[in-house]
């Protein structure tokens, strides 16, 4: 088959990559001009370097064994991190359970109940049974008020903006139960993995073997029309128009309804109930490190981003020449903030790293990066499994794989790739 591949994300390259060693060709087609998706990277130094902040789990066996499969497995590494909390204008550990035990802002009542929650949810088999009630609810039913309102409301409101009361407790439930299995038999130590050269290597591996299969990328190339004519589909992008057997959509589902013709009403009104988070994501090269930790949490609302990650803590082996700094921010895309000019957020954010950081000198930046993702992170709201679009759309030929519909999963690599790997078995057995 000819097969169209909207996207050069994780998902849509590892689905490219999939069908072209098929014998299917395959063109992928990418609005931005870096190949990755979210997953792109910028050189640093000597180095490549993320867009936005990644680690793996060791639990992510999908992606682990693709990296085998793709004979990267020498550049996957692993790392204790060490993770701390920003709350109360104090810096507190927040790795292990030992550390929970130890945390002071909270009284011991309200910390065993946080633990008992974290582990309770770990038993918790069927999501659905808790889809329907908030994850505010939920938290404050387990671990209390006071734990809700010091540690998690201002974390939800970080993550979810105006949209954080909606979010289910299957999102937060989520959360737990993946750091929790990604640890092992030693509860107390955690491991992430990260490829060094950044995770660009993968997708970047994917791509030579597209091409190698016969299969083309295009980058820069955004598709504004997808309309499909008896059993052909026609595909428009910027500089292209051309005929399909068969397409693959890797972007939102909002965005999937802008550019499909001849869809019912219905299902595009279905495809637009489900909202996205944009993404802030600020990297600093700066001459100093601004402490030992690889990822603090921020529990402030006057602090504009929510997470601070020095990349540099946790990579050892890496040629970037400087200490690397992440400091992230999810928010609604009407959101004031986003609405700001790059030099405008690049201001605010500095501002808030001297109040958490008071040590910390502007003369030690070396130089700034700042991204933007308008569709970042999907919005988790209660009923949301009665939300979720089919792979298979309507449309015979057509098919819709996005971050959106790996629930009860939350976005990541790992789920990515499963994703396109999914898909790649379905649309192989298209007639």
Known sequence: MNIAVVGAGATGLTAAWKLSESGHKVTVYEKSNRLGGLSAAIPVGNDMLDVFYHHIFTNDTIFIDVIKELGLEQCLKWYEPSNVIYINNKVYPFTSPMDLLMFKPLSFLSRVRMGVM??????????????????????????????????????LNSKFDIDSENISATWIWNKFKLRGSSRGKNINKEQLGYVEGSFIKVYERMADKIRDNGGEIRLGEPVYEILKDYSVFKVKSKSFSEIYDCVLFTA????????????????????????????ICMILELRNSLSENYWMTIADKEIP?????????????????SHIVY????????????????????????????????????????????????????VVRTGYSKLIPEVETPMKGLYLA???????????????????????????KYK
């Open 402 to 428: 996005s971050m959106a519909q790996i629930y009860p999963e939350d976005r990541g690599q790992n789920y990515a790739v499963r994703s396109g790997l999914e898909v790649a078995e379905m649309i192989k």
């Open 252 to 279: 939102s589902p909002e965005r999937l309804s802008y550019v499909i013709k001849g869809m019912g009403k219905n299902y595009l009104d279905r495809l637009r109930k489900i909202k996205y988070k944009a993404n």
């Open 327 to 378: 400091l992230s921010r999810y928010l609604d895309p009407a959101h004031e903030l986003y609405q700001k000019s790059d030099e405008e957020i690049r201001d605010l954010f500095i501002s808030g790293l001297k109040k958490v950081f008071p040590g910390f000198n502007e003369d030690w930046i070396i130089k700034t990066h700042l991204n933007r993702a308008s569709d970042s992170q999907p």
């Open 118 to 155: 974290v582990l309770k949810a770990w038993f918790v088999k069927d999501y659905l049974s808790i889809e329907n009630t908030t994850a505010r609810e939920w938290i404050i039913k387990h671990a209390g008020n006071k734990c809700y309102d010091l540690v998690w409301e201002p974390l």
């Open 305 to 321: 981003f929510v997470l601070v990650i020095e990349q540099t803590n946790l990579i050892k082996n890496h040629k970037y020449g």
